[in-house]
């Protein structure tokens, strides 16, 4: 069966004493049995935050990482960089790299390698422009970020991905996609994953919603057969708000 998952993108938020609360509050509170929850916090904390987190079943995700194995590109942090420190996820794709940071499906594809080669679990995102989904084009582009970003790998390799659709007309927003909207695209990816792998394979792959998800909204879209949890932005940098959202399955 496949794993529920409740992960906090916390973007680029906090100060390191204000990282270390938050976790520390996060670590006392009762997780629910059978939730994977997952940290995502910038990079420089990363290293800290394992170790904080070293007796504790949460685990720990960066925010990206470099489309390179090493070398000389500077700035840049490597998935096995991230992987020797104990770091298990990695978010690829998140629609603000695909925009602000220009990165093309292309990128994306060979940082999924990355993570793979590396052993990090990518977390990957995929999801429409408002006027894509005006334009009734949301079902396509979601399919073509797929096909180009993720469907390269084996069987083996994709079973090791977890699925974020964040409609980008929802992030930041306030304004959450309706769980008929969410369920829809779900299950529209799940069944392209099985068409493209097997459906065992579909069937045991994690499908998060994300996009303004909070502690009021998670239960009516995670009752939906095809959301398996969520990527929470803003409401994953308060600990009550977050473990809330844990709770709502
Ligand atoms: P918000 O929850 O703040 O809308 O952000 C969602 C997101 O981008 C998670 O990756």
Redesign the pocket.
Known sequence: MRKKIVAG?W?MNTSFKEAITLIEEIKKSTIPNGIELIVNPPFVYCQPLVQLLKSSTIKLGAQNCSEHQSGAFTGEVAAAMLQSIGVTYV?IG???RRSFFNEPDETIAKKINQAIHSELCPIF?CGEQLSEREANNHFEIVKTQLENGLFHLSETDFKKVII?Y?PVW????GITATSDQAQEMHQFIRTLVSKHYTHEIADNCSILY?????ASNAKELFSKPDVDGG??????LKAADFIAIAHSF
């Open positions: 993108n973007k978010i998140h629609s603000e995102c974020a964040e929802a992030i930041g927003t994300g996009g303004s998800c909070n990527l929470i932005g803003g409401a994953s």
